[in-house]
């Protein structure tokens, strides 16, 4: 058996402490501290920005099955519990302040701070303010295995046998007293250190902390602040919008990580691996609008290596669906289309035209492979019942069939051949480029010729393997605008949307009319939560085409409502700084609001909330590649005064707003800005338009049948 050794060595104080925090790599994210109250216990997260993180709860022990300390896919430790002299600290008496960096907890014996440090196995727990002659922690046990050992220090075993070990150290050079789960040391110790490893990497890690963890500390405090100050600088005249996108912004950075090569995480606690559909969903709001071209490019890179080049494959050409360290699944039809269109997106904002050479054998082989095997004879791409981001099965059974043609994965393969035949255009093949435009220009003609619905005010939302339409009310006709140019349609599609599954707390994967319809994700006593996801449940990632498409017709003060709802979510509901995955569609009995399901910091929530933000309030849409700049600002009337900057190409793209005018101008690159300057907006068709609002519980047929509960859940 392997065990997790606690070696207990003299070491000197490091890491960051309060007073510390005065300093300009930590002023600012002091500045975006927010106070979480016992009876509000809000969930929170931090990353190393490798392959671990940290996910637990402001004011409880953390005893939840996917808590604590996550390392590559293994979860190592699930919480701790600090002490003073004979009493252990109880979380629910503590006021906390979580921070983007740091946690930070206050009793009245002590304070506690707690860290993770970048590219590092280690927690720093640190304790100041002591009232008390010693301090401890104890580490929970539902982990660990093997009892108390004394070997050198204190030994645990690992509940799976990894080969690793748990090191747990005082932060200063003091004696320290063994206990029955933890060490106990002067208060003059200060904290603790945590790391996790071979024996030699532990003693490695202990050492270099020792001499260096003050300077790691202030490496990843600056690190965030320069996202914040160099990249994504923002400051309105709404102090708490200016709170919202700082904590959006870095809360979806911590999600970019390096477990399998450079990658997005899908999402915190339990999707800590990267889907390649949800990474490329999540690009543009991660990385494109936050300047972070090398990052998008190096995922886009390793990403491109996973393909499936197996010309025998049935999935031949396509990029992962998931890639974690058990496998690579391919079982996904848009996360390829995906990937070709954000390399294009990306080359739209650096205007990096040498990266054409080094992505197109993705891309052609990726369009090549599908017209070869996934395409009919209307140039349609072909898929499984499952092979869309509404993917879920139960027992291997879908839950939501869309086979054949669903119309999303249509409009994604449009822009796919649309992108891919302007980068072989780039690349001199002429032939390919012509042929790859006619297929996009054959799929859209008979896309709005099979697919629109002018007298129901619908697009159908797929066509069966037969040929017979889908007429079920989803969001995912909202995708597909580009293939229709009937804009009277397509107005009158973004209303009905709108009114039908645009709720105030983000947009319904189903109309509540439907016989399908769950109005709640997780309502156990009467149905599997599966059957929702896709047939009721609120998916926050869909909000934003939602608040695209109504920008886009002028309707700016409606999306702005629902900005500034996800806004307060991150800032004072759920998971500090971040948008959930999913939520009901209906408020439970007795409430006004909804609650939150699925993971509780989602990349693509996160991503597209701030995507619309520069790309359609802000109006910034940049064309690197043609040395073009579109801003077209659609600013709701609260905002009366703005600052950003954003990097585009090799320059910076200084953006005010202030007495009603906009001044626009880019330093350090040479593009032509084409400012296209809000006009009034006086459309019939969405006069009086409003949010859906709830129907009765009782009126739906899934309250009439109870539903065991499957045991894995």
């Not at 997790?4 to 510390?20: D, E, K, R, S």
């Not at 992505?359 to 869309?388: M, R, V």
């Not at 109006?619 to 600013?635: W, Y």
């Not at 707003?657 to 626009?664: E, I, L, N, S, V």
Request: with cysteine.
């Amino acid at each position: 058996m392997k065990n997790i050794l606690l070696i207990f060595p003299l070491m000197a104080c490091v890491g960051c402490n309060q007073q510390q925090s005065n300093t300009d790599s930590c002023a600012l994210l002091d500045s975006l501290g927010i106070s979480v109250s016992a009876t509000e216990n809000r969930e929170y997260s931090y990353t190393d920005k490798k392959s671990g993180y940290w996910y637990g709860t402001t004011h409880q022990d953390s005893t939840f099955f996917w808590s604590g300390w996550n390392i590559a896919k293994k979860r190592i430790l699930s919480d701790y519990q600090l002490g003073v002299d004979q009493d252990f600290l109880n979380r629910k008496e503590a006021a906390c302040i979580v921070y983007p960096h740091k946690l930070v907890r206050n009793w009245k014996q002590a304070q506690e701070t707690f860290y993770l440090v970048d590219d590092r196995p280690v927690l720093y727990i640190g304790m100041d303010q002591v009232e008390g002659d010693s301090i401890a922690i104890r580490l929970n046990q539902d982990l660990l295995q093997g009892g108390l050992m004394q070997d050198e220090g204190i030994a645990y075993g690992l509940a799976e046998d990894s080969g690793h070990q748990i090191l747990l150290a005082p932060a200063k050079d003091c004696d320290f007293r063994g206990m029955k789960e933890g060490i106990k040391v002067p208060a003059s110790a200060q904290g603790f250190l945590i790391t996790f490893g071979t024996p030699e990497e532990n003693k490695k890690l202990l050492s270099e902390f020792r001499k260096n963890g003050k300077q790691w500390l202030n490496e990843r405090a600056l690190r965030m602040t320069r996202l914040l100050t160099e990249f994504n600088p923002v400051s309105t005249n709404l102090k708490e919008l200016d709170h919202a996108l700082n904590w959006l912004t870095l809360t979806t950075d911590e999600l970019v990580t390096e477990q399998q090569g450079k990658g997005i995480y899908a999402g915190l606690p339990w999707f800590n691996e990267y889907w390649g559909r949800d990474m490329f969903i999540s690009m543009p709001g991660t990385c494109l609008v936050s300047g972070q071209f090398d990052i998008a490019k190096q995922i886009l890179m390793d990403f491109a290596k996973l393909q499936d080049k197996n010309p025998e494959s049935p999935t031949y050409g396509r990029i992962p669906n998931r890639a974690n360290l058990e496998g690579i699944l391919y079982n996904t039809t848009d996360g390829t289309p995906r990937f070709v269109i954000q390399a294009f997106e990306l080359l739209e904002y650096s205007g990096d035209t040498a990266f054409i050479r080094d992505i197109y054998p993705a891309i052609k082989l990726s369009i090549e492979a599908s017209c070869k095997n996934f395409t009919d004879d209307k140039g349609y791409l072909t898929h499984a019942d499952a092979d869309t981001w509404m993917d879920v099965k139960r027992n291997g059974i879908p839950g939501l069939p869309r086979g054949n043609r669903a119309n999303d994965i249509q409009a994604l393969w449009y822009k796919q051949l649309e992108a891919g035949s302007k980068l072989a255009e780039k690349m001199g093949e002429t032939e390919t480029a012509e042929r790859w435009a006619r297929l996009a220009e054959k799929v859209r003609s008979n896309f709005e010729q099979d697919y629109c619905d002018k007298k129901h005010v619908l697009i159908y939302d797929h066509l069966n393997a037969d040929g017979s339409p889908d007429m079920q009310v989803r969001p995912n006709q909202l995708y597909c605008f580009e293939m229709v140019q009937d804009e009277t349609f397509k107005k009158k599609v973004t209303r009905r949307c709108w009114e039908e599954l645009v709720y105030p707390w983000g947009v319904a994967s189903l109309t509540q009319w439907d016989n399908q319809f769950h109005p709640q994700h997780e309502n156990w006593h009467y149905y599997h939560k599966d059957d929702a996801y896709h047939n009721g449940t609120v998916w926050l990632w869909n909000n934003g085409i939602a608040m695209q498409r109504m920008i886009e017709y002028g309707q700016v003060e409606m999306a702005w409502e629902l900005f500034q709802n996800m806004n307060r979510q991150a800032l004072k509901e759920g998971a500090i700084g971040s948008l959930s995955e999913n939520a009901d569609a209906h408020p439970r009995t007795g409430q006004n609001w909804v609650n939150r399901s699925g993971t509780f910091l989602q990349a693509w929530s996160n991503a597209e909330h701030l995507r619309v933000w520069y790309q359609y309030f802000l109006g910034i849409r940049p064309d690197m590649m043609n040395r073009t700049i579109i801003i077209e600002p659609k600013l709701p009337k609260e905002i009366t005064s703005l600052e950003t900057q954003v990097k585009i190409g090799k320059g910076t793209l200084h953006y005010v707003y202030r007495d009603g005018k906009f001044d626009c101008k880019l330093e350090g690159d040479d593009a032509e800005i084409k400012l296209i300057l809000p006009q009034p907006v006086d459309d019939p068709i969405f006069n009086g338009i409003k949010f859906c609002t709830p129907s009765p519980l009782e009126h739906y047929p899934c309250f009439d049948t109870y539903h065991e509960p499957a045991l894995t859940y």
